[in-house]
């Protein structure tokens, strides 16, 4: 029988002290932040661990003591044409807290002056405020609020504070972190001088990440254990490219050598543009193939970038409709579009379309929305493809065709607004609803007009055949 991956069956494995506390234990964090760590320690540049800490509640994932926190990553992709395939058992997480099963021994993280660092990614939602919180909670519900709690009690031990890393997929994360730590400091009242030591001795960092990480190869299992020589239920698969902007002091880089290791990290004053980069030229696409793949039948982003329409409708809408409204040199644009392309069409990784098309709407609002609108401002034209996506994700969220997985508020904007069997009306309520934009888009010149058209050839003709049709050429706004 194959043995456990476990310190008990492979004692060799090399250890290191914790320097490093990390909200969050899933796939991507796992994949990202300690594979890092791991980079560093074997060229003896950092010489640390995390310890993981549970932000939610629930069970805790038992594999995590029966491994001894040890996994494997799986690296399976395409890197500059070249088919890459690694593993490597990661030695750089130390333990899993729950602070819902041992809140003291969450808050006892606060003692120890070799922890210097916090990461985290609790999802774009777990940078938010909870005015149910409080100090007297065992645990606060909130990551922040957790966080605060961890903080105070390092403050109340006359203690240096920390360099924090949040690795949520929102912007300027680092900012709006620390503006909740401090809202939730003045309802607890921790004081002017809790404030003060957390402004003068803590170092909030905005970041950006990029990484696709797959999670745990169901289907190849069995296989790779054989391959490996033992079992292991934590494993995690993930692509060969790697990024990491950080947004930070100038001593930074000293204290966390990624860059000295060879890693793809970025210590920049601004992280604005890297960020634009990232969410219009890799996530946009993404969103924008889903809902319109999935109309066609496909389920994954391979599948995708393989058909003959769609991986047109992939490059024209970045080559024409995405890179011309970013402001990075074309150069670096061009370079990194070709990069995403590449990833795309990683046959190791399944990214299926319908993950992607989880809480479309947001993601739509984030990626493609900002790009509409500032190619309607430049051109004063409408860009067809994207045009076309946003047309395909309304048809979605009728929920006859596809399953639409979304927040209550959301869902019920939609099924309000298909009570009515006017197209235009159905449009209007729509690009008028703040719930889901943030904003008014009934004003746009022509949108109306597009999408009802669009909406109308989908029904009649077909996700494929519109395509086909609609390769190439812009509608004028006309005011």
Same mark, same amino acid.
């Given at each position: 029988m194959t043995r456990l991956l476990s310190r008990t069956t492979y004692p060799d494995l090399p250890s290191y002290p914790e320097r490093v506390i990390q909200f969050g234990e899933g796939n991507f964090m796992r994949a990202f932040v300690p594979w890092q760590l791991q980079q560093m320690n074997k060229q003896r540049l950092f010489q640390g661990s995390v310890v993981m800490v549970k932000p939610r509640g629930g069970q805790m994932d038992e594999n995590f003591a029966k491994q001894d926190c040890l996994y494997t990553v799986l690296i399976d992709g395409i890197a500059g044409r070249k088919t890459v395939r690694e593993h490597e058992i990661i030695t750089s997480a130390s333990r899993l807290i729950s602070p819902y099963s041992d809140y003291e021994g969450f808050l006892a993280l606060a003692e120890d002056d070799n922890l210097e660092f916090i990461t985290s990614n609790t999802?774009?939602?777990?940078?938010?405020?909870?005015?149910a919180d409080t100090l007297n909670a065992r645990p606060p519900s909130s990551f922040p609020g957790k966080l605060t709690a961890l903080l105070n009690r390092r403050f109340r031990l006359g203690k240096k504070g920390f360099v924090i890393l949040p690795c949520e997929l929102i912007d300027r994360n680092g900012e709006k972190l620390r503006e909740i730590v401090l809202r939730y400091a003045a309802d607890w009242g921790l004081g002017e001088p809790f404030t003060a030591w957390l402004n003068r001795e803590n170092t909030f960092c905005c970041t950006l990440v990029d990484r696709i990480v797959t999670g745990y190869p169901q289907e190849q299992a069995n296989e790779l254990e054989r391959e490996l020589g033992y079992q292991d239920r934590l494993m995690v698969a993930s692509e060969p490219y790697l990024l990491w902007v950080i947004e930070g002091p100038s001593w930074l880089p000293e204290r966390l050598p990624l860059v000295q290791a060879g890693l793809n990290v970025i210590f920049s004053e601004d992280l604005k543009l890297y960020r634009e980069q990232k969410v219009h030229? %890799?996530?946009?696409?993404?969103?924008?193939m889903a809902s319109l793949g999935l109309l066609a039948g496909l389920q994954t982003v391979e599948e995708v970038m393989k058909d003959a329409d769609f991986s047109?409708?992939?490059?024209? %809408?970045?080559?024409?409709?995405l890179l011309p409204r970013l402001h990075l040199p074309k150069p670096e644009l061009q370079a990194y579009a070709g990069a995403v392309r590449e990833r795309f069409m990683n046959p190791f990784v399944r990214h299926e379309l319908g993950a992607i098309y989880l809480n479309s709407i947001s993601k739509f609002t984030t990626r493609l929305l900002p790009v509409l609108l500032r190619h309607v401002q430049e051109t004063r034209k409408l860009p067809r493809l994207l045009t076309l996506s946003f047309a395909a994700l309304l048809l979605g969220y009728r929920g006859d065709r596809l399953e639409r997985r979304d927040s209550p508020e959301v869902l019920a904007v939609f099924d309000e607004a298909w009570k009515t069997s006017d197209p235009s009306l159905f449009i209007q309520i729509i690009l008028e609803s703040e719930v889901l934009w943030g904003l008014d888009l009934s004003d746009i010149p022509q949108l109306t007009e597009a999408l009802k058209d669009d909406l109308r050839q989908l029904e009649d003709n077909g996700?494929?055949?519109?395509?086909?049709?609609?390769l190439g050429g812009e509608i004028t706004c006309n005011d």
């Open positions: 999802t774009e939602s777990g940078i938010a405020y909870n005015p030229l %890799l996530n946009a696409p993404h969103t924008a047109v409708f992939v490059r024209q %809408l970045m080559d024409d409709e996700c494929r055949a519109v395509l086909r049709q609609r």
